[in-house]
């Protein structure tokens, strides 16, 4: 195209309401902080330091760390919307992509971002957005301007930055006073969650001594999803998928293999068992998905302990489409394939380890082993049936004949306390047959006896004939068997 003659016409973007649409791009509290904590990452710091204060509307939170720092002039630049082109290449180790994140993140949750930072050798330089400012004067204008007694925070260190939120109205609504416990319990609450979040997302980090997170003081402990220290996590081999691409699958112990029940319960993670399964995605070694099946498969119960790393390289971000929040990835059509086999491997393993739990009781009682439950197929449909042969379904029917009540609660007890949940729960998400429906292989006029007895049994003990067959007609399977009834 020749611009050379045409006409042009300036539509610049108004400050006062661009800045307040960089608030709505979707960040949560965790993933702003984890946001800034890249950031840190990226200038190599040793130590991080992410602390909050309370104080209702004017809490503050900070994340401080010993990296290189910046100068006056590249304060001002870091703070620029856009300053840098998504499309340059960038270090490996750098998890930065839009230049973006420090002001998106920081405006999904303050008014107030500032940003203190010094190069070694040098002298602390600071600038802040103020978005009231930017609204008043409808100006991209950073404001020289620094919190109250933060002058001197970085004053310990030979180089680094910290960068302060206040007037967090997205976390405390403005008009709160420091003495309201409700809003203080949230706070805390909230603030909880990032902490956890930040175990996940930068574990790998911290495990490898990269460097130090500190939260409000106290070390950050990392929570890593594969259970590596379990000596009964299954890792399986690795796989190397297209674009420089690592997969490697770890099937989770079961509860019962967990070295501490206090192990198990870490395990579980964030959101739960269940939820947890799934695919981990990594870029450099920065978590950005947790437990998610990226479409591929539904997250089901009997594929819970299943937890899948894919490490991609930060060259690949465009074709996985790594999104601003670095809270999403969408693997390129060619990889999902490849993914859908690795990952139908690991979950074979999986299920055969949820299914393990019925049979270690097997082996552990020895050769004489009577199932109670009896898995079955009829018609090409399945169910499971209690075992007559059963010992001690035997001894019940025995004592039915002198203490029939005794006996009675004892194999209702049984049965409750024994429904082979997880093997049908296997069953039904791993099988192509379908499940019996209840009451499916009952012949009908096996039924009629039954009401018959049943219903004689209610009016000898004083029910009206028609209240009789109201009770059969509101129970299971005769609510579907009317004629039967009415022909009582
Ligand atoms: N803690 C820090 N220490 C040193 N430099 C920093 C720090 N935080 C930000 N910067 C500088 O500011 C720039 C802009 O940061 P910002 O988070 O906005 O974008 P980015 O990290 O480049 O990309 P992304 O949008 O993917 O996060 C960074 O590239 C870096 O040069
Ligand atoms: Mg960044």
């Not at 993933?31 to 190599?44: L, Q, R």
């Not at 180790?93 to 839009?98: N, Q």
């Not at 991609?312 to 693997?331: C, F, G, L, R, V």
């Amino acid at each position: 195209m020749d611009y050379s003659n045409m006409r042009t016409a300036s539509a610049e973007p108004l400050a006062s309401a661009m800045i307040e649409t960089f608030r709505a791009i979707g960040y949560s509290l965790e993933t702003a902080v984890a946001d800034i904590i890249d950031n840190s990452i990226s200038a190599g710091a040793k130590n991080i330091w992410v602390d909050r204060i309370w104080d209702g509307g004017r809490s503050v939170i900070t994340i401080k760390d010993d990296g290189r720092g910046m100068n006056d002039e590249e304060i001002r630049h870091a703070l620029r919307p856009g300053y840098q082109n998504p499309n340059d290449e960038r270090d490996i180790r750098d998890l930065g992509r839009f230049g973006l994140g420090l002001k998106t993140a920081s405006f999904s949750q303050c008014r107030k971002v500032s940003v203190l930072s010094k190069r070694k050798d040098n002298s602390p330089e600071y600038w802040s957005w103020d978005l009231d400012y930017v609204a008043e004067t409808n100006k991209w204008n950073l404001i020289h301007w620094i919190p109250d007694g933060y002058e001197n925070a970085i004053d310990d260190l030979k180089s680094g930055t910290i960068v302060i939120w206040t007037d967090l109205d997205r976390v405390v609504s403005p008009d709160t006073i420091t003495g309201d416990e409700f809003s203080h319990e949230k706070f805390s609450g909230d603030l909880d969650k990032v902490k956890r979040h930040l175990e996940m997302t930068f574990h790998r980090f911290i495990e490898d001594g990269d460097f130090r997170l500190w939260w409000c003081g106290n070390p950050v402990k990392p929570w890593d999803p594969f259970c590596t220290s379990e000596t009964c996590t299954q890792p399986l081999p690795d796989d190397h998928i297209q674009g420089g691409i690592t997969v490697k699958g770890y099937v989770l112990p079961h509860q019962k293999s967990f070295s501490t029940e206090q192990a198990f319960k870490a395990a579980e993670g964030i959101q739960g068992w269940s939820a947890q399964q799934g695919f981990y995605v990594y870029r450099g070694k920065r978590l950005l998905l947790a437990g998610n099946w990226l479409k591929l498969f539904k997250k089901e119960e009997p594929y819970k302990l299943v937890r899948i790393r894919i490490d991609i390289p930060n060259t690949q971000d465009k074709n996985w489409k790594i999104d601003i929040k670095k809270s999403q990835a969408y693997p390129p059509a060619k990889c999902r394939e490849q993914l859908f086999s690795y990952a139908q491997r690991v979950r074979v393993t999986g299920l055969e380890v949820y299914k393990h739990r019925g049979r270690v009781i097997r082996e552990r009682s020895g050769t004489d082993w009577q199932p109670l439950w009896l898995e079955r197929r009829k018609d090409n449909q399945w169910f499971f049936e209690i075992n007559r042969d059963n010992e001690l379904v035997k001894s019940l029917k025995e004592m039915a004949r002198n203490n029939p009540d005794k006996a009675f609660n004892l194999l209702l007890k049984l049965i409750e306390e024994s429904i082979p949940v997880s093997s049908i729960y296997a069953k039904e998400s791993s099988s192509e047959e379908p499940m019996k429906e209840p009451f499916g292989g009952i012949e009908r006029d096996n039924l009629v006896p039954i009401a018959k007895a049943i219903y004689q049994n209610y009016v000898t003990g004083g029910m009206s004939a028609n209240s009789a067959k109201e009770l059969l007609l509101s129970q299971e399977p005769f609510n579907m068997y009317e004629d039967i009834i009415d022909a009582l």
